[in-house]
């Protein structure tokens, strides 16, 4: 077995560590506003997060009413529907998931599963939140910008991102955006930067890579990818806005707009193409790869069982890292680049559901002969492994060169992507939430409550967007903000439409009890003690619980096994923490 | 017990909803029936892996759920379950992604008897181009265009001078023949979509793109525009009249040539 490994090691001695080397916070403001403890900053991105995730949920109601019932609405005119599917979109991805899968449960995670007192640049950690903050709040500023936010899509295409035919293009939408999402991109570097090295130099005595929980190595590995894609957004952000405010045309060929010759002549608009998605497509495994180890936690930990073949998790994982970086123009099919790219992208691209299916089967395997828990972690996870397979599937439609051409920029598109990187990585951050508020608060989640709003978000959600897949199977655009009177479109899609649109406020309406929920069980939720899930995880082992500045009182932890001795055969008790000596080095 | 049953409801309703959705592709109208037996065998592959996961799962849930007394086994790993279903796996992706390409391949080559024409976008109206007598359209460029040239052509190429230009109007195709359809924009991205035709490709301001196909019964389709070019999006739609041989020279007939509008 090599160095890996669920066998407990021999003992190694403790390390002291000096009261002098943590920057200790001296007042309220340093404490809990400007702090540099990871913890308090993970609460600050997750906070951050999900505030302006609340307005792209809002903005997705404003479009399912304009979808659902079009004209009824006045203030939904083309441009603001626009304006709301760019912003949803854009926020979703970057501004919820991203920060709150990398800078929230990271920042929250990473030194606490490590055995780390906190991260490696406390200085530098704190900086990434504050410029995160900036970036949304530049992002919120477009909405009250003149002419409002762009309306270019979440891809942000040009030449029309910064052309007048598009909302913003012609004033501080499309500029906003492009600065915003710099910002964005800066203040994820520093955060991201703090996390590898983190990861690779601070972890406690006896926690080996191999010994890592996949929750850390799905953080890690998607903050690499992330390190890796992000410069590329970078540079075509850049570049746009060279465009849009000096001239310049990287991306704008000669043109004609609306009957007036413009100045622009030599770019290409490809090239922005390749440079968005060169970031998009890892972009989804940055989301992914994160859920991934989280859920594989949440899976062991609650079926008590160990994660079957963690060494086949560990390499999937790093495989779908590498692999995701070629396979980027499988959303470019139609988008005029040379065909015969086709063949080479949906090659790599059907290749890449191989370890992903593996990590689908291992979670099954980890279910089967467990002594599975049916509590609202394990149901969000049983919620996500449904509609990521599900997601997950219908990429194999898309990512198919042939079976794309007609299914592209349709609503099948706007299904597959929801139930994969929306619904699917939404689950297990709900998951992750129920599991880990008792370590963060010290309070457990309202089970009620909670169980409710499982219900009505899993099942809401598969109806919204399961059936959606064949409106686009009929031939249903995305991005349209009306659809009206088409040859081949039935009047019963129109009521398919209407129901899709009552379902969406049914879902958003039980995310407003989670947020409830949320705020209700800081003070009333029931008493959690340290391990209220008896996990075998550093972060259940904690001297306090919430865990004090520098989690670990006096002396670091050591870790002699594996994360997942769950139900070991003749233990006392059905899991055996991580820094429990094995019994003959027991003193 | 409850949420074994609702995942099996979950797989279940999926698949009879694929059954009796009313909502399907459009009856096709091209060459293109590859594409869509493509597709089928795909729904085939991945619902099948879809509901055996789903029913693997509910069953886990059902018989491995928490009762007093219940351990879970430790098994760390098994090589050979692992090496069995990856390959297993493997198969399943191969048997969509050889013909996947297969079909792809048919779909970048263009048969040397296609009838070149030309789709001109911009926000947010759709201009066709047909060759003349010749067979032969001419060359292009934006900066040429006016309010008198409104696709830019070049009025010195003479294999332009008898292309007809049809601005705002329907295009007419003859139906049983190949056509290699050139795309042009002139200001921004926008997408050629016929969902008959099953083909779609964006055109993109400053290069050709093209695809092909044969219109395989008459009628006529409504075409789309399939990428986001700005707020008139939605409503940049066009027709597409496939008509017989007879027919559609009639209509041709019709028509005004480069030369006779320049000359106006
Ligand atoms: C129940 C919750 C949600 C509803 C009802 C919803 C609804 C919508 C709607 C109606 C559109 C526009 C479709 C179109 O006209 O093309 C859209 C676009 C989009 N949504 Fe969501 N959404 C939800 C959650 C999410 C989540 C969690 C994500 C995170 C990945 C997400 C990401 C996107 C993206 C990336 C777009 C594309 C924007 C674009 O076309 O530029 N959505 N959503
Ligand atoms: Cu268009
Ligand atoms: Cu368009």
Redesign the interface.
């Known amino acids: 077995m090599g160095d890996v490994a669920?066998t407990a090691g021999t003992a190694v001695p403790h390390d002291d560590i000096d009261g002098a080397e943590l920057y200790h916070p001296h007042s309220w403001l340093t404490k809990y506003v400007f702090s540099q403890d990871a913890k308090v900053i993970g609460v600050q991105y997750a906070l951050t997060a999900i505030a302006i995730g609340m307005v792209a949920l809002v903005l997705s109601w404003l479009m399912r009413l304009q979808l659902g019932f079009p004209g009824t609405f006045d203030f939904i005119d083309?441009?603001a529907y626009?304006q709301f599917i760019t912003m949803h979109g854009m926020i979703m991805v970057v501004y919820l998931l991203t920060a709150l899968f990398l800078g929230g449960f990271g920042n929250y995670l990473i030194p606490l599963m490590l055995g780390a007192r906190d991260m490696v640049f406390p200085y530098v950690n704190m900086l990434s939140y504050w410029i995160y903050l900036l970036a949304v709040l530049v992002l919120v500023a477009s909405f009250f910008a003149p002419g409002g936010p762009t309306?270019?899509?979440w891809t942000l295409?040009p030449?029309?991102a910064i052309?007048s035919?598009?909302?913003g293009?012609q004033d501080w939408g499309i500029i906003l955006m492009l600065l915003s999402l710099c910002l964005f991109i800066i203040g994820f570097t520093m955060g991201g930067l703090n996390y590898t090295v983190t990861v690779l130099q601070a972890r406690t005595r006896g926690m080996t890579l191999m010994r890592m929980p996949l929750t850390i190595w799905g953080i890690f590995t998607a903050t690499v990818m992330a390190l890796l894609a992000f410069p590329a957004l970078f540079v075509g952000a850049v570049m746009m806005l060279l465009d849009r405010l000096l001239g310049t045309s990287f991306f704008m060929?000669?043109?004609?707009?609306?009957?007036q010759?413009l100045s622009y002549g030599g770019?290409?608009?490809?090239l922005f193409q390749h440079l968005f998605w060169f970031f998009g497509h890892p972009e989804v495994y940055i989301v992914a790869l994160p859920a991934f180890g989280i859920v594989s936690d949440l899976i062991a930990t609650h079926?008590?069982?160990?994660i079957?073949?963690?060494?086949?998790m560990v390499w999937a994982i790093v495989i779908i890292g590498a692999l995701s970086f070629i396979v980027w123009a499988h959303h470019m099919y139609?988008?005029?680049m040379h065909?015969?790219f086709?063949?080479f992208f949906?090659?790599t691209t059907?290749?890449i559901?191989?370890p992903t299916?593996?990590k689908?089967?291992?979670w099954?395997?980890t279910?089967?002969?467990?002594?599975?828990?049916?509590n609202l972690p394990m149901?969000f996870a049983?919620g996500f492994?449904?509609t990521f397979?599900?997601g997950g599937?219908?990429g194999?439609?898309l990512g198919?060169?042939?079976?794309d051409?007609?299914l592209?920029?349709?609503m099948f598109v706007v299904a597959h992507f929801h139930m994969v990187m929306g619904v699917a990585p939404v689950m297990v951050i709900y998951g992750a939430l129920y599991h880990w508020y008792p370590k963060v608060t010290g309070r457990m989640l309202d089970d009620m409550m909670g169980k409710i709003h499982f219900w009505v978000t899993f099942?809401g959600a598969?109806l919204i967007f399961?059936?959606m897949h064949?409106?686009g199977?009929?031939?249903v655009?995305r991005?349209?903000?009306?659809?009206?009177q088409?040859?081949?479109v039935?009047d019963?899609?129109h009521t398919?439409n209407a129901f899709i649109s009552v379902v969406a406020l049914v879902v958003g309406a039980a995310q407003l009890l989670f947020l409830f929920n949320l705020f209700w069980s800081l003070r009333r939720g029931k008493e959690a003690g340290p391990n209220p899930w008896n996990a075998t995880t550093l972060e259940w082992q904690t001297p306090e619980t919430p865990p004090g500045h520098g989690n670990w009182g006096r002396e670091l932890p050591v870790v002699y096994r594996w994360a997942?001795d769950?139900?070991?055969?003749g233990a006392a008790r059905?899991f055996t923490p991580q820094n429990e000596p094995p019994p003959a080095a027991a003193p | 017990m409850a949420v074994a049953l609702i995942m099996v409801l979950v797989a279940i309703g999926s698949v009879v909803f694929h059954w009796l959705s009313p909502w399907w592709w459009t009856p096709i109208a091209s060459n293109w029936e590859y594409i869509d037996q493509t597709l089928i065998i795909t729904f085939w592959i991945t619902g099948i892996a879809f509901v055996a996961v789903v029913g693997f799962m509910a069953w886990c849930i059902f018989r491995y759920r928490h009762r007093p007394g219940q351990q879970a086994h430790y098994e760390p790993e098994n090589k050979r379950l692992e090496v069995w279903l990856t390959v297993a796996t493997a198969l399943g992706v191969a048997a969509m992604l050889a013909p996947g390409l297969f079909v792809w391949s048919q779909f970048v080559s263009v048969p040397d008897d296609a009838t070149e024409i030309e789709v001109v976008g911009k926000q947010w109206q759709w201009s066709y181009r047909l060759p003349g007598e010749d067979g032969k359209l001419g060359t292009s460029d934006v900066r040429l265009i006016s309010d008198t040239n409104p696709l830019g052509l070049n009025p010195d190429d003479p294999n332009g001078r008898d292309d007809v230009v049809i601005e705002a109007g329907d295009l007419h195709l003859p139906v049983g023949r190949p056509v290699k359809v050139l795309l042009r924009a002139i200001d921004v991205l926008h997408d050629f979509y016929v969902p008959e035709f099953r083909a779609k490709m964006d055109m993109i301001p400053g290069s050709v793109t093209y695809f092909w196909f044969t219109p395989t019964r008459t009628g006529t389709f409504e075409s789309l525009c399939a990428e986001l070019c700005g707020v008139g999006h939605a409503v940049m739609r066009g027709r597409v009249v496939v008509q017989t041989e007879e027919e559609y020279q009639a209509w041709l007939q019709g028509q005004r040539t480069f030369a006779q509008l320049a000359a106006r």
Request: proline share 10%.
């Open positions: 669920h083309p441009a626009y309306g270019a899509g295409y030449p029309q052309l035919g598009t909302p293009g060929p000669a043109l004609v707009e609306m009957g010759q770019g290409s608009p490809i079926a008590r069982r160990n079957f073949g963690y060494r086949m139609v988008s005029g065909p015969w086709g063949f949906a090659t059907l290749i559901a191989i299916a593996i689908v089967y291992n099954l395997l279910l089967w002969r467990g002594n599975i828990h049916l149901l049983l492994i449904v397979v599900n599937l219908t194999l439609f198919n060169v042939v079976v051409v007609p592209s920029d349709t099942l598969y399961f059936p064949y409106l199977l009929l031939g655009p991005r349209y903000h009306d659809i009206g088409t040859s081949f039935p019963s899609a398919l997942y769950y139900s070991v055969p059905d």
